[in-house]
């Protein structure tokens, strides 16, 4: 149970928004692939991991450029919330969801992002160096400062040793206009364009880079079986798994069970 809804109830709703979604795709000749624990619950478990509650994907950035230009064109049963389209998302990337559902995070400000699909965008990343390392010093610095912007995290006690560093940030933050803030995300985030003998990543993730392969792990794809669809996956499915998350098919201790989402309500409308 989330917020007394059953867990597969919401994740039934999550694969109606996933279904629909790959629709539209297709109808646009947009290019996809599962990701993160959607992908490892396809691979390990023939479905969602079964505490899992939302679902993840990738576009290549120039796909998720036209897509991004085609929102106002999905089905009216869905919801785009993009710092393009929604003044109080917290997120810099796109996410998809029932238009008619309610799931409120708890942060700061609590989020209704209803129950859906992350859409993160899948950029080219310079090899290990001096590039790479600025690069991630910057995506942490904006992460932070986009967090702070819109209420975007979990109210928690801060050490007293560290509380100078967010007050710094929380200066910095309120100088920036919110559209500037998002802008600069993304031109960051996208520096570097993806090419087929690179590397890539979704760099908007948590796993850093983890979640950094060879383009070719991506590739064409294959098809996936997810919760009893036919989806796209990266070619070398194992190859990313294990590199995102090691033993892949080892099960957590029961005590991280969860998804890790601090849920306040929910509604499937």
Not at 14 to 21: C, D, I, K, R, T
Not at 42 to 61: E, L, Q, T
Not at 99 to 105: D, F
Not at 211 to 227: C, I, N, T
Request: hydrophobic share 40%; aromatic share 10%.
């Amino acid at each position: 149970m989330v917020a007394g809804v059953p867990l597969a109830r919401i994740q039934q709703r999550a694969f109606a928004v996933l279904g629909a979604l790959v629709d539209f795709f297709q109808a646009h000749a947009i290019d996809y692939y599962l990701v993160g624990g959607t992908l490892l619950g396809a691979v390990r478990h023939g479905g969602f991991i079964p505490w899992d509650d939302d679902i993840d994907i990738v576009v290549p950035r120039k796909d998720y450029r036209r897509l991004l230009g085609l929102l106002d064109r999905l089905p009216p049963t869905l919801r785009a919330i993009h710092p393009s389209t929604d003044a109080h998302t917290p997120y810099p990337f796109l996410v998809v969801s029932d238009r008619h559902s309610r799931w409120v995070v708890d942060y700061a400000h609590p989020f209704d992002r209803g129950i859906g699909v992350d859409v993160f965008p899948l950029d080219g990343v310079p090899p290990p160096g001096m590039r790479r390392r600025l690069l991630r010093k910057s995506i942490a610095l904006l992460r932070s400062m986009t967090m702070n912007k819109q209420k975007g995290y979990y109210l928690r006690p801060v050490p007293p040793a560290q509380r100078w560093r967010f007050a710094l940030v929380a200066l910095a933050t309120s100088l920036v206009p919110r559209a500037l803030l998002f802008a600069m995300y993304d031109r960051v985030v996208s520096s570097l364009p993806a090419s087929s003998d690179g590397l890539v990543g979704n760099l908007y993730g948590l796993y850093g880079d983890r979640e950094v392969v060879p383009a070719q792990v991506f590739g064409s794809g294959k098809s996936l079986v997810f919760h009893g669809g036919s989806f796209r996956a990266p070619a070398h499915t194992e190859t990313y798994l294990t590199h995102v998350y090691g033993d892949f098919r080892q099960l957590p201790p029961l005590e991280r069970r969860n998804s890790g989402h601090r849920i306040r309500a929910v509604s499937l409308g």
